[in-house]
């Protein structure tokens, strides 16, 4: 039986945009039941939060989250519910291995009905929507390689999505810069996006530049949402190297164009400048292209060489490139075996060609101005993780800081008012996630509760500070899922959200 929860004497920002009002907020039955003026409901609660000082809002939406076989493995989901994120939005970037048979020690499934049945047993702190990922069906219909997609191809791949779509997936996604999607022409993926027309399933995209291409990849992702629902959402949105910083006004403003055209286009953000990702995206043209590379770099040291030079162009600055695994840079590897950072990056693809890296890439002038456009929600790009002694911290902050850094940086912005509904309503509205991202009557109490002004994350790339400060408490679904007067204790009561 699900308990009678009073939050008495805190600031009340329900999402909506409006400002914070001192209110209290009852929930009976996982649901919020009234929010009434201090002191409106009689102190017979089975359990009184006295926020006193505090901001309460909905619980926080992750718009871009990459925790669908790791939220399994780590079903407390620590990284993420204690920033008070209580859903994220999962198959980002074209991978979704919840929609193609997977396994993870006992757990199998075949597809996204049975992951969200896994996921039910499984017990997961926070709540799941799913997104079918491009990458991921290709995959399973042709693996990695670069051949191009026939009729029997696409139609295969359009069964796993309609599967993935009934099961209450909310969208699909593409990831461009990554094998095999990168080998995917336009006209495939406008023959998938046929798909959803009629229909409010969006299209997420990881385009296929965000560099020297990025106002035609843009385009391109307009075209292909256009040819479906018409609605788009562009995966942390940014311009990446200096040479592409001026393009950001013309990015804005042909995504408002296609805006005022009728299509529905959001953005996502980490409120980062480091981008992270695999270390293989350091490699210049035409090494990028080709799924076999590291094969052929163990094999044969004369492409090693080969390597090693064409780094000198790498689109990616190489030396305060960090690799998040051993918590250096580059310079500071090279430095220490006496190499360049060419080939030192090149040794690092030799022993690891799968690890993550993150690269100084971005803008801060330009992060700012996308932080202010009023469509844009956080998202993490993140993974779940523990963080406790068994799996310390040590990737990328955005796993652990997006929320509280967000926060800060556009309640400079644009007011503590919009940057929690950035987090929360619009993130909602985006996927149709049904009664959650307001705080109103009627609606699933997933809640926080955290001090505005203290709220904030220091976590950085070695591995520092992965906790958040200021969060005091969250709720999923009506309950208790973190205290921070208990800060080891963790309720799993998250749920597979589906989206029809």
């Not at 994220?88 to 992951?115: I, K, Q, R, T």
Request: glycine fraction near 10%; charge should be negative.
């Amino acid at each position: 039986m699900q308990a009678k929860i009073i939050i008495k004497n805190g600031f009340i920002c329900d999402g909506s945009g409006t400002a914070p009002q001192k209110k209290d907020l009852l929930i009976e039955k996982g649901l919020i039941s009234a929010i009434g003026e201090p002191g409106a409901f009689q102190d017979n609660a089975d359990c009184i939060i006295d926020a006193a000082g505090n901001l309460v809002t909905p619980g926080f939406i992750d718009a871009h989250s990459h925790g669908d076989v790791r939220k399994l493995r780590y079903p407390e989901n620590r990284s993420k519910l204690f920033q008070g994120v209580t859903t994220e939005v999962d198959g980002n970037c074209g991978f979704s291995y919840s929609c193609v048979p997977g396994e993870l020690e006992d757990m199998h499934w075949s597809g996204l009905a049975e992951y969200a049945s896994v996921m039910k047993q499984r017990s997961v702190s926070t709540n799941t929507v799913v997104l079918c990922g491009h990458n991921s069906i290709r995959e399973q219909v042709m693996g990695k390689q670069n051949v191009k997609a026939g009729k029997d191809e696409i139609a295969a791949m359009r069964r796993l999505m309609e599967q993935a779509f009934e099961a209450g997936a909310a969208g699909w996604t593409s990831g461009l810069t990554y094998f095999p999607g990168k080998f995917s022409d336009t006209a495939e993926l406008l023959e998938l996006s046929v798909l959803t027309k009629g229909t409010n399933k969006i299209h997420g995209t990881h385009m296929r530049s965000e560099g020297e291409k990025l106002l035609e990849a843009l385009h391109e992702a307009i075209e292909v949402a256009r040819a479906g629902s018409g609605r788009l959402e562009v995966s942390h949105l940014k311009t990446l190297f200096p040479g592409n910083f001026h393009k950001v006004d013309q990015l804005l403003q042909d995504i408002r164009d296609a805006q005022q055209s009728g299509m529905d286009v959001h953005a996502d953000r980490y409120p980062y400048i480091y981008t992270s990702t695999r270390i293989g995206q350091a490699l210049p043209s035409p090494y990028n292209m080709d799924p076999d590379f590291a094969t052929k770099l163990r094999a044969s040291v004369d492409f090693q060489e080969e390597i090693a030079k064409a780094l000198e162009h790498s689109p990616r600055d190489l030396a305060p490139t960090i690799l998040t695994a051993k918590k250096k840079t580059l310079a500071e590897i090279a430095q220490e075996k006496g190499v360049s950072v060419e080939r030192a990056c090149m040794m690092e693809f030799l022993e690891s060609p799968e690890q993550n890296a993150a690269f100084l890439s971005c803008s801060p002038e330009n992060l700012e101005k996308i932080l202010s456009q009023p469509w844009v929600c956080a998202g993490s790009d993140g993974v779940s993780m523990q963080l406790d002694a068994g799996e310390q911290f040590g990737g990328h902050p955005r796993a652990v800081g997006t929320f509280p850094t967000f926060f800060r940086m556009v309640s400079k912005l644009c007011g503590v008012a919009e940057a929690v509904r950035r987090m929360t309503a619009l993130p909602a509205q985006i996927f149709r996630i049904p009664q959650r991202g307001l705080l109103k009557p009627g609606y699933i109490a997933d809640i926080v509760v955290f001090d505005s002004d203290k709220f904030e994350s220091k976590a950085g790339f070695r591995g520092e500070d992965p906790m958040p400060i200021g969060m005091k408490y969250v709720l999923v679904g009506g309950n208790v899922a973190w205290d921070a007067t208990q800060p080891n204790k963790v309720g799993r009561y998250g749920n597979f959200i589906p989206i029809n």
